[in-house]
């Protein structure tokens, strides 16, 4: 398949499911006017939960490999999350029961995919989270996580790949994995939000 009607295939095929993860309750409050730092908390737990899911299966199957330091590699990103968590004064997310495996390095390619765009709402986000809470670098970290230009060599790596149909049917269905699986944590983390103002 030709690399630009691949990229456009991915892009458009996980289109409504992107759509659904942005609408979610999740990442809302964030760009409220009224923004404070527990709808932040919320957040940030509900993207450790999310992304603690991937993070194992993404570092076996795209490590770093010293003979091809140029290309695309995952570098784990939990650890911002929980730093940002803690310089807001929160405690350690509980550690993840269930953790999303590949069967293919396609696979993983898709939950990537997905994984390094949304780190893109960053731009946005860190600074206006730094503004309104009047917080500074230690607790955006992840927000400045696009700043490692992953998406960048991502789309770079995509672009050089040849992909044959199949293959990338397995990136597609892994991403559109990825983006449920967002949308299901952030309804949880929405129950729990609601829950607790019940109460």
């Not at 330091?69 to 269930?98: C, E, K, M, N, W």
């Not at 670098?137 to 230009?149: E, H, I, L, R, V």
Request: charged fraction near 20%.
């Amino acid at each position: 398949m030709k690399k630009h009607s691949a990229l456009l295939h991915m892009k458009q095929a996980t289109e409504n499911a992107h759509r659904a993860a942005e609408r979610t309750g999740l990442m809302q409050p964030l760009m409220r006017v009224d923004v404070s730092v527990d709808d932040y908390l919320h957040a940030l737990n509900g993207l450790y939960h999310w992304l603690d899911q991937y993070e194992v299966c993404l570092q076996t199957w795209l490590p770093k490999q010293v003979e091809r330091s140029g290309d695309y590699h995952y570098q784990p990103r939990t650890s911002h999350i929980v730093s940002d968590i803690h310089a807001l004064g929160g405690f350690t997310p509980p550690p993840q029961i269930h953790h999303e495996q590949a069967l293919s390095v396609y696979q993983a390619l898709g939950y990537a995919y997905v994984i390094e765009g949304s780190t893109q709402g960053g731009r946005i986000l860190k600074q206006r989270l730094e503004h309104v809470l009047q917080l500074d670098d230690k607790a955006t970290n992840y927000f400045g996580f696009y700043q490692q230009g992953n998406w960048q060599r991502f789309i770079r790596a995509f672009e050089r790949l040849s992909l044959t149909d199949a293959q990338l049917q397995e990136m597609t269905n892994a991403a559109l994995s990825a983006f449920r699986s967002f949308t299901e944590v952030a309804e949880q983390v929405a129950q729990r939000v609601s829950s607790r103002v019940a109460h």
